[in-house]
């Protein structure tokens, strides 16, 4: 196994592997200082990088919303950095915490496909771009849900349809997108 899947496999599923990442780059891949000094730093560096709504959005993402989140992300890089005192958690693999394929993504092939009828994954590429540029428009809104909905290149696209493909090939009734998604997605496509 792995060493980046021995890390995933120790993350508890209320805690985002892209959050202890985010810490890790904080705290610069050294042991946690005290509670308060690292849940600030880390505060701070994300309200650096976001204002208003992006902000309350990613705290959101990350699961550190709430301080009992930021707790127990800081609790799991603490343990983590004392088992792997030489591991830089910032790797990429780390960070998508091996879920490179969202919901959300999920939902926006599938409304496409259902939409426009296509089955090339190239044209279903190229309508799923088009959805999600008119959704967020151009610039740092539109790279910031890219990159949420992990979806940053084309190659990280074709994987995404080539799941939704098999998924639908073994399960053809599935529903993707839950409700909440499904209604902010109802203008774009």
């Known amino acids: 196994m792995s060493m980046t899947k021995q890390i995933l496999q120790q993350i508890p599923p209320g805690v985002s592997p892209e959050a202890i990442s985010l810490i890790d780059t904080v705290l610069n891949h050294r042991p946690m200082m005290n509670l308060e000094a690292s849940s600030a730093a880390v505060f701070e560096y994300l309200e650096n990088r976001f204002q208003d709504d992006a902000l309350d959005a990613e705290l959101e993402r990350l699961h550190l919303g709430q301080m009992s989140e930021m707790k127990a992300a800081l609790a799991v890089y603490g343990a983590l950095r004392s088992k792997y005192p030489s591991t830089k958690f910032a790797d990429d693999q780390i960070r998508q915490g091996g879920s490179d394929v969202t919901d959300t993504a999920l939902f926006v092939i599938d409304s496409v496909v259902q939409k426009y009828k296509i089955t090339d994954r190239f ?67």
């Open 123 to 189: 044209d279903i590429m190229s309508a799923v771009c088009d959805a999600v540029r008119s959704k967020y428009g151009e610039g740092d809104r539109l790279e910031l849900h890219l990159r949420r909905m992990h979806l940053l290149t084309t190659k990280d696209v074709l994987y995404a349809i080539d799941i939704y493909s098999t998924l639908k090939q073994l399960y053809p009734d599935i529903v993707f997108g839950r409700e909440r998604v499904r209604e902010s997605w109802a203008d774009a496509i």
